[in-house]
Structures are given as structure tokens and as C-alpha cells.
């Protein structure tokens, strides 16, 4: 079972359910992250928060992190999850766009190379499969607006895509949201 799917239907289920209680106005990215771990934990995968970048020579400051790391010993299907929360009002932090460059060229021997030594992640083999997302959670206002100047033509054609997807005139949909 590929776990991005999953976790991106059940956080959708997990957030309706909030927003019927009123509650979403007041998440923020972290709070999504519970959710998120017990998710892939439920369906059988090791999860790794905060899973290091190698420190680059020279480089002053924290290393950057990718904000999951999924790995399932029994099918070897592995993910990498970034995420991004948008409140209405406040910019988001970094880009999609942004994200998705950094996490595309992540593959197993990196995976292995920066594993912490404490980490309940398998070694990555040649058997395992890696699959590459970021979830962005969108509150409120239209995301295309938001978007523009900000993300790739690529990100806002591919957020059209998925909105065209999902309902029959994203312009009204996004405006309302």
C-alpha cells in the first residue's frame, strides 16, 4: 500500500471532522503531524520526523530537515513527505514549488547516508520503492491568487489540475473557501 495517498485521505477525513467542531481555525502545520505519524503507523510503517539533510561543507546554521520520512520493512515501499500549512492571512512559510525541488532528487543511498543512528528506519536496498510528496493543507482564501508570483507556473498548473479534478468550476470553489 502506498502510504502518501493514505495518509492525504485520512488527514482529509481527520480535518473535516475538525472544521465540523470548529476546531481548524486554531491548527497550525505542527498539529497535523500526530495525525499524520499515527496514520502510517496504523498501516504498518516506521516513521522518521525531522530526518536530516547532510550538513553541506561550510554551512553555518541547523541542517535542513524533511519533515517525513515513511518506511514499511514488510513491502520496502518508502515515502518522503513534506508539509505545507496555509492559514488565511498569513503567508506560507517557504514554497511548494521550493519543497518539492528539495525533496526530487532524494533517493535510497541518501536515505542511508543521513539515517540517524538512532533511527527505527530499515536500510534502504535495491528492493525498496520511494515515492516523493508534499501535502499542502490550504485554509481558507484562493490558493491560486496566493500563489501567484510566489510558486513555478508548474505548481499552480499542477494545483489546477487537482482543483479541476475535484470540482466543476475551481474559480467559484476556490473563492469561497
Known sequence: MKILPTIASGLAGWLTYEDMRRKVRHHEESTLYEPIREIA???????????????RPG????????????????????????????????????????????????????LNAARPAKSKLPKFTTSCRLDHGVLVVWRE???????????PPTIIRQVMTIMKWMFDDPNAVTARM
Open 59 to 110: 554551512q553555518r546554521g541547523d541542517s535542513k530537515r524533511i519533515d517525513f520520512v515513511f518506511a514499511n520493512p514488510k513491502t520496502g515501499d518508502w515515502a518522503i513527505l513534506e508539509v505545507k500549512f496555509k492559514k488565511m492571512a498569513k503567508t506560507m512559510a517557504g514554497g511548494i514549488g521550493k519543497d518539492a525541488l528539495r525533496i526530487r532528487d532524494i533517493d535510497g543511498d541518501f
Open 41 to 55: 503507523e496504523a498501516n504498518g510503517y516506521h516513521v522518521e520526523r525531522e530526518f536530516p539533510f547532510p550538513r
Open 141 to 151: 482564501g484562493d490558493i491560486l491568487d496566493a500563489m501567484k508570483g510566489k510558486e
